[in-house]
């Protein structure tokens, strides 16, 4: 009975503010401009860097998708969590729990598009370079030539800008180069840096061929990396079924015993924790799989 009510209530809330999100109803204003200033007081610097970065890609959450999601986990949770112990008590921790996952996995939606942002830039960067050199047959012109391209985006085209004074301070490409490598941690980056540093101290008479096989390295790259998100997401689908599915075992657990031995062992305080763990165990499961999903693309 209070089940009921309390998924009753909450879709209420939900359904009362969705329909009055017209831009001039004050409690709708009042709930988006507080999640707003919430968010940006309390998220880390990280999380700001990416999510500006995904609103520019237009993949950004609106606030009505994130209501979407409060009430979706919310309620999801509320009912596994009723499922498993028949306590209203349990289903509001649980949904509650559930709830407070929004804005990690928000932060990794985000990350996941910033990531493949990234990696589209460095994949431009290092293939234009080289074209430049070609051309430049120097380093640091040929990153000048990069700038003024406009291929390029922030905060790869800042760090360009960095590059290339620090070339100038210094008089080598070694200290410009090793900042770019520490913070693009990406096997062509220092690849492509490694054989330009040799080219530039040593020297070299087939500069050429060698430049040509790092532009084939980067395309070679490229499809293992398109191949890899294709995979990707066809496990992340196959994997978010399965992990749903675990949490309903409890079904067949109860049709197994029957519903009145079932409430019987839940008087049981070890029965309790064993459930508890299967919540947890299966919830670190899924969250795994999720984080693996939206890892640095490109990246070692």
Excluded at 92 to 120: C, H, N
Aim: charge should be negative.
């Amino acid at each position: 009975m209070y089940f009921e009510v309390f998924i009753v209530a909450a879709i209420l809330i939900f359904v009362y503010i969705y329909r009055k999100n017209n831009g001039k109803n004050t409690s709708y204003k009042f709930v988006t401009k507080t999640i707003g200033n919430t968010y940006e007081k309390y998220s880390p610097y990280s999380f700001k860097i990416v999510r500006e970065k995904a609103k520019e890609l237009g993949q950004e959450y609106t606030t009505r998708q994130y209501l979407i999601q409060v009430v979706i986990f919310g309620v999801v949770a509320a009912f596994v969590s009723y499922l498993y112990f028949y306590s209203v008590i349990w289903s509001i921790v649980y949904a509650t729990a559930a709830i407070m996952f929004v804005p990690y996995l928000a932060y990794m939606k985000y990350k996941k598009a910033y990531s493949e942002f990234l990696f589209e830039q460095i994949q431009v960067y290092t293939t234009n370079v080289i074209m430049e050199y070609n051309t430049t047959q120097s380093f640091v012109k040929a990153l000048e030539g990069v700038r003024e391209s406009g291929v390029l985006e922030d905060p790869i085209l800042s760090d360009i800008k960095e590059m290339i004074q620090m070339a100038y301070d210094n008089g080598t490409i070694d200290e410009a180069v090793r900042f770019m490598n520490e913070k693009y941690d990406y096997y062509v980056v220092k690849n492509m840096h490694q054989l330009f540093i040799q080219i530039t101290k040593e020297g070299s008479k087939d500069s050429g061929d060698a430049l040509e096989g790092m532009l084939q390295d980067i395309d070679m790259l490229v499809e293992s990396v398109y191949r890899d998100r294709i995979d990707r997401t066809n496990f992340y689908k196959q994997f978010l079924t399965f992990g749903v599915a675990l949490y309903f075992l409890v079904l067949l657990v109860q049709l197994l015993l029957g519903n009145d031995s079932y409430l019987l062992l839940l008087k049981e305080w070890y029965v309790l924790v064993l459930l508890h763990a299967v919540i947890l165990i299966n919830t670190y499961f899924l969250l795994s799989g999720i984080k693996y999903y939206h890892e640095d693309v490109g990246g070692e």
